[in-house]
C-alpha cells in the first residue's frame, strides 16, 4: 500500500501496472472490501505491509465458484520489524479489513509430534473433495506446502478453442449475468453497463481459466465479445 491509501497489487514474480485477467476478479474484491480506513487507524506506516493471498482460480480442481471467496487471505509481511504476522494475528488482521483468511484446520502442534508423511489431508472448505494440500508455518515464521494428491490427479480439461464470439456465446449464460448485476448491487453501484460487462468477464476467466489459457485465448477480442453478448442478455432478463 502506498502512503496514500492506494493499493498495489503483483504476483510472487512483479507488481502490476496493468492487472492479468486471471487477478481481477480478485483485484475488484480487495479493492471493494478493503477497510483502508481501519488499516490506516490500526498502523504508523501502511506502506511497510505486504499481504499475500491466494486468487483461486479454475487451473484444475472445479470448486463451487459461487461460494469460493475470490481471495483468501494467507500472511502479512511486516516491513518494519522484517518479520510475518503469526497465523492467528494474520487471520484477525484480514478478517477485520474485510477479507476472508485461508482455513485453518489445526492451530499447533509440538514438533515433537509432527510427521509430515502421516498427515492426512483434510477435506476443503469450497468443494467435495480433498483440499489441494496444507501450508505448515513454525513459529519463526518458516513455511513448507504438502502437497495433497489431487493435485497429481487433475485432469486435463479440453481447451476451448474458436472465434472469441462464439466463446463469447457459450460462455455468456444467464446465470453468469444475473450474478454479476447482484454483484453491482452488492456494491451498492449503479449497474452501469460497462461495470456489468467487466464483471461477466472476470467471472468466466475465473471459473474456465484453465481450458481458455490452454486454447490460447485472445484475451482483449474475448473481453470485447463478451461485452457485446452481456449486452444482449441484459437486456433480455430486463425486458423479462
Known amino acids: 500500500m502506498k502512503p496514500s491509501g492506494r493499493l498495489l497489487f503483483g504476483d510472487r514474480d512483479r507488481g502490476f501496472d496493468d492487472v492479468p485477467p486471471p487477478y481481477e476478479f480478485a ?13 490506516h487507524d490500526a498502523v504508523d506506516d501502511p506502506a511497510a505491509y505486504v499481504f499475500f ?3 483461486p ?24 520489524k522484517e518479520r510475518l504476522f503469526p497465523i492467528d494475528k494474520a487471520e ?6 474485510g477479507l476472508t483468511p485461508l482455513n485453518t484446520f489445526q492451530k499447533e502442534l509440538n514438533v515433537r509430534d509432527f510427521h509430515p508423511e502421516r498427515i492426512e489431508i483434510p477435506d476443503s472448505a469450497w468443494y467435495d ?31 476451448i478453442r474458436g472465434e472469441p464470439t462464439a466463446i463469447a456465446d457459450d460462455l455468456v449464460t444467464d446465470a453468469r449475468v444475473s450474478r454479476a448485476l447482484e454483484a453491482v448491487e452488492a456494491a451498492q453501484q449503479s449497474p452501469a453497463t460497462a461495470d456489468v460487462h467487466a464483471r461477466v468477464f472476470e467471472i468466466i476467466v475465473r471459473e474456465e481459466y484453465s ?30
Open 92 to 97: 484477525r488482521v484480514f478478517e477485520r479489513l
Open 129 to 159: 473433495g480433498p483440499a489441494a494440500g496444507v501450508i505448515v508455518e513454525n513459529r519463526r515464521g518458516g513455511r513448507a506446502l504438502i502437497r495433497g494428491p489431487v493435485l497429481d490427479e487433475m485432469d486435463d480439461h479440453e481447451p
Open 53 to 55: 493471498g491466494v486468487a
Open 27 to 39: 483485484v475488484r474484491h480487495v479493492r471493494e472490501r478493503f477497510d483502508r480506513d481501519a488499516f
Open 57 to 80: 482460480c479454475h487451473v484444475g480442481i472445479d470448486y463451487d465458484w459461487e461460494r469460493m471467496p475470490p481471495v483468501l487471505g494467507w500472511t502479512i509481511w511486516n516491513g518494519t
Open 211 to 240: 481450458r481458455l489459457d490452454s486454447g490460447r485465448v485472445d484475451w482483449k477480442a474475448l473481453r470485447s465479445a463478451v461485452g457485446s453478448v452481456v449486452a444482449e442478455k441484459r437486456s433480455a432478463l430486463t425486458d423479462d
